[in-house]
């Protein structure tokens, strides 16, 4: 009776309109909030006018190396940061670059910019592509409005990360999945820009036969491969596989960016005291026990956007590379799950007593924990919610694969 009585009381109180009001709020706080940043000079521009140093530094610095015939210097510490300074003032820190030489692609244009316009210019391209993937996997106004108002989206926007792009491409794939497979595969062959977020994506992909989605994603990814490889030439690829190797070493195994600011279960391990080899094992088990779940819910006859939240959260858990500017992700797990909220009891729909407040409170918690490994409770905390959900399931009429 009690979680009836507070069900009850969740419907009268999170309606569309008092959500949309609410998310326009945050909105406000965060608007005051960066401009106020900017202002002061406490983001993208110093004090004394130079550029502010934020993560940003590194795709401006990138792109600009890429226009110059330089790309390759990219990977290269000490030329990556000479390029780095002729933006800004004084760095906070290396700034490495490990990303493959296809992402050159997407932000060469920056280049032609200074770096604050380029920053600007980056983060609100990218959050139109957010918001628009958000909006189509319910297209409601309060949808963009909560979206936009995720605490994920203010720290990405400080930072000057790409969260948003990855969650566009993520999100816009799921929703194209059955519809567009062609461009479903085209948005997961861009994802290849970050491969350690799509690699449950080609295991799905086969285990469903989806294989126009596969051979789609297949051939962009080629192409990007082969496009990079004439403009940037073979040594990109060659620097590229030796800063990998030694960014993942730095990153994962001799904690060469702090445990706290990381949100995988190895991270987490670390943290918490335990050794390499133990961070290692508990992570592969939670990997391994995300990856068989979701395999197993993509072959029973269930609602695609349980499907499509389990896919998202199990990918997030098996990386070991996960930061908390790649967190706007999680607003697609949970956009999914709205739509179901909403979606009729009769077709398993329905939310879940305290769904809604739980995810209330976090976003207003969260906004004052960016500095804290937050990613493994969350992650829990969303495969949970989509176990719960598996009750509510009547079986999804359409083919279950």
């Not at 300074?85 to 493959?100: E, F, K, N, R």
């Not at 000057?160 to 059955?178: R, S, W």
């Not at 994603?217 to 490889?229: D, G, H, M, P, R």
């Amino acid at each position: 009776m009690r979680l009836q009585s507070w069900q009850r009381f969740e419907d009268r109180f999170f309606t569309s309109r008092r959500v949309a009001l609410y998310a326009v709020g945050l909105l406000v706080c965060y608007a005051v909030f960066m401009a106020k940043g900017y202002a002061d000079r406490l983001w993208l521009i110093d004090t004394d006018g130079s550029g502010k140093s934020i993560d940003f530094v590194a795709t401006w610095a990138a792109a600009r190396l890429a226009l110059a015939g330089q790309a390759v210097s990219a990977y290269d510490l000490a030329a990556f940061t000479r390029e780095q300074l002729t933006g800004i003032g004084q760095l906070g820190g290396d700034y490495a670059w490990a990303y493959p030489p296809t992402y050159f692609l997407p932000i060469l244009p920056l280049a032609f910019f200074s770096y604050a316009t380029a920053a600007l210019i980056w983060l609100s391209t990218t959050l139109v592509a957010y918001a628009v993937a958000m909006r189509a996997i319910l297209p409601r106004v309060a949808t963009v409005l909560v979206a936009l108002a995720s605490p994920f989206v203010l720290w990405n926007f400080f930072v000057g990360q790409n969260g948003f792009l990855t969650a566009a491409l993520i999100g816009g794939a799921l929703v194209l999945l059955d519809r567009r497979p062609i461009v479903a595969g085209m948005l997961l062959g861009l994802l290849t820009w970050k491969p350690q977020l799509g690699i449950l994506f080609p295991i799905i992909l086969i285990l469903t036969a989806r294989w126009h989605v596969f051979v789609s994603a297949a051939v962009t990814a080629l192409l990007l491969a082969a496009i990079s490889y004439f403009a940037f030439g073979l040594e990109t690829w060659t620097a590229f596989l030796a800063a990998l190797h030694d960014q993942a070493g730095t990153v994962l195994d001799r904690g060469g960016v702090a445990f706290h600011k990381q949100q995988s279960i190895h991270a987490l391990v670390r943290l918490l005291g335990g050794n390499d080899s133990f961070a290692w094992a508990l992570h592969i088990a939670g990997a391994l026990a995300a990856t068989v779940f979701t395999a197993w819910l993509w072959m029973r006859p269930i609602d695609v956007r349980l499907k499509a939240a389990s896919l998202v959260g199990a990918a997030l858990i098996a990386t070991p590379y996960l930061f908390i500017y790649d967190l706007p992700i999680l607003t697609v797990p949970l956009a999914f799950l709205a739509s179901l909220g909403i979606a009729p009891i009769g077709q398993g729909g329905g939310f879940i007593p305290g769904e809604r407040s739980v995810i209330a409170l976090l976003a207003v918690v969260l906004v004052f924990l960016p500095g804290l490994p937050i990613g493994v409770p969350l992650l829990a905390l969303l495969m949970l919610m989509i176990v719960l959900r598996l009750r509510m399931q009547p079986g999804d009429p359409s083919p279950s694969n």
